[in-house]
């Protein structure tokens, strides 16, 4: 978004990310709490767009704390999108942001792989039910205050800058940097949708400049890879021999998962471009140099 000429502010309480990330970057930084409405509601005022990324993130934080869960991804992006619906008051406009939420597939659940916009959601973790209600809430702001939202179902995201993140790709480099080994839950038969940072991050720039509003998206790569076949990738982009250890499947995970990704195809005229092996040295590279 800088590169193309915006001006960015960015809303974190860092309770994850680092402000580091930003330091050499030309951002208006503002620390604060998504939960604090009227904090938000002071803050997210005269922007042109909205891109909603602060969560609870993953299932197993969701099992261990259920209510925390619900407040951040369900009244968190309540209070955010109050604040996008007000400013219209606030600045005697009828320019609304253009709003984008990232979730995931976590709200399909027991659907059967691939993942797509019109099977009917069945959670099966709190982490599942939070996110499906925050997509609930953004397509009711659309319906009833013409409020531009856009749902973005995310497969696995991974790449530069996110060792602070759980997720599985950051987790197996920090495993090899830090530890020696890998570690496995389940079986390694389970498989995911892995899609790079920068492919990501171009869908969101084609949706904030789009007409389009009151929409679900799958953001993937429709490539259905196994955990055995990704560490097998990440032992040669890593030229390493890591121990790999086993344990059980965590409770909540989605078992198979992949995308169907003809509609953001269609409406934004958006594709993928790093295929899995190429993004993960590029990931590589960023965690070998910290």
């Given at each position: ?48 767009g909205v891109v909603h990324l602060a ?236």
């Amino acid at each position: 978004l800088i590169g193309l000429g915006y001006k960015v502010s960015v809303l974190d309480n860092f309770s994850v990310g680092h402000q580091t990330y930003l330091n050499k970057l030309p951002v208006n930084i503002i620390d604060g709490d998504i939960l604090d409405r009227d904090f938000v509601l002071n803050s997210v005022i005269d922007f042109d767009g909205v891109v909603h990324l602060a969560a609870q993130t993953g299932v197993p934080g969701s099992l261990v704390d259920p209510y925390n869960d619900c407040e951040v991804n369900v009244l968190g992006t309540l209070n955010v999108l109050e604040a996008c619906r007000l400013m219209k008051d606030k600045l005697d406009t009828n320019n609304l942001p253009k709003f984008i939420l990232a979730s995931s597939n976590a709200p399909l659940g027991r659907q059967d792989p691939p993942a797509t916009e019109d099977k009917v959601p069945i959670p099966i973790s709190p982490y599942g039910a939070s996110k499906l209600s925050a997509e609930s809430y953004c397509l009711a702001y659309y319906g009833s205050w013409d409020l531009d939202t856009i749902v973005f179902r995310f497969g696995n995201v991974y790449g530069p800058f996110s060792r602070h993140k759980s997720s599985v790709v950051a987790e197996f480099f920090k495993g090899i940097i830090d530890r020696g080994n890998i570690t496995v839950h389940g079986d390694g038969n389970q498989t995911r949708d892995f899609i790079y940072v920068g492919d990501l991050c171009r869908a969101v720039v084609l949706a904030l400049e789009s007409d389009i509003g009151g929409e679900v998206y799958q953001i993937a790569t429709g490539i259905e890879t196994s955990i055995t076949e990704l560490v097998e990738i990440i032992q040669e982009v890593s030229s390493s021999e890591a121990v790999i250890n086993s344990s059980p499947r965590r409770q909540g995970d989605i078992v198979n998962n992949y995308s169907v990704i003809t509609k953001a195809n269609e409406h934004l005229a958006w594709n993928p471009q790093i295929d899995l092996y190429k993004g993960l040295e590029k990931t590589w590279e960023w965690f070998n140099q910290k």
